[in-house]
């Protein structure tokens, strides 16, 4: 069983940093594709960043020169730093994991400040 476990959330003032950390269990981690997404009230799960078993690495527009993901293979963790955030960051963070199939964290709230 691969459970995910995310952290790092919480609130900051525009302009600010945040770097979540997303901790997933068993030993598969160094082949699995991690990605982040985030989620806001009535919309649609949107892809954010993600980072292959291979490292190729994508990033939605947005988050372009602002956000970078990254992975620890020996800590079984991934972790996106987050600069310069706006307003509209703000939205609830899950990590998740592929490998034969989805598997997700519990979801972390980000909230930017004017």
């Known amino acids: 069983q691969v459970q995910l476990v995310e952290s790092g959330g919480g609130l900051v003032q525009a302009g600010g940093s945040l770097r979540l950390s997303c901790a997933v269990s068993g030993s598969i981690f160094s082949i699995t594709d991690m990605y982040w997404y985030r989620q806001t009230p009535g919309k649609q799960r949107e892809v954010v960043t993600s980072?292959?078993?291979?490292?190729?690495?994508y990033y939605e527009d947005s988050v372009k020169g602002r956000f970078t993901i990254s992975r620890d293979n020996a800590k079984n963790t991934v972790y996106l730093q987050m600069n310069s955030l706006k307003p509209e960051d703000t939205a609830v963070y899950y990590c998740?994991?592929?490998?034969?199939?989805?598997?997700w964290g519990q979801g972390t709230q980000v909230t930017v400040s004017s």
């Open positions: 980072i292959t078993s291979r490292g190729v690495i």
């Open positions: 998740k994991a592929y490998f034969r199939g989805d598997y």
